[in-house]
């Protein structure tokens, strides 16, 4: 079994920033992709930025310019560097990992930007 633990969520003012990390640990032999996601009240959950073992990104256009997706392979944790954040933003972002063949979700942590 594979566990994920995030942590870094906040209350930040718009123009802000904010550094999440997800730390992977369990039984790991393999992980493949790494990601975040998000999720704002009252709509469905959508990709902020994943990353692969070798290191190739994909953002969503909304953040483009401003998040930045990191991985430790070593200690199998991803970040999430957000700057210049807007009240858009706010969610909580859940950690996804593809890890042994199979795809983990960590607990979310909560984002809330203040204009």
């Known amino acids: 079994q594979v566990q994920l633990v995030e942590s870094g969520g906040g209350l930040v003012q718009a123009g802000g920033s904010l550094r999440l990390s997800c730390a992977a640990s369990g039984r790991i032999f393999n992980i493949n992709y790494m990601g975040w996601y998000r999720q704002a009240p009252g709509k469905r959950r959508e990709m902020v930025a994943t990353?692969?073992?070798?290191?190739?990104?994909n953002y969503a256009d909304s953040v483009k310019g401003r998040i930045t997706i990191s991985r430790d392979n070593a200690k199998n944790t991803v970040y999430l560097q957000m700057n210049s954040l807007k009240p858009e933003d706010l969610g909580i972002y859940y950690c996804n990992v593809y890890c042994n063949g199979r795809s983990y979700w960590g607990q979310g942590t909560q984002v809330t930007v203040s204009s």
């Open positions: 990353i692969t073992s070798g290191g190739s990104t």
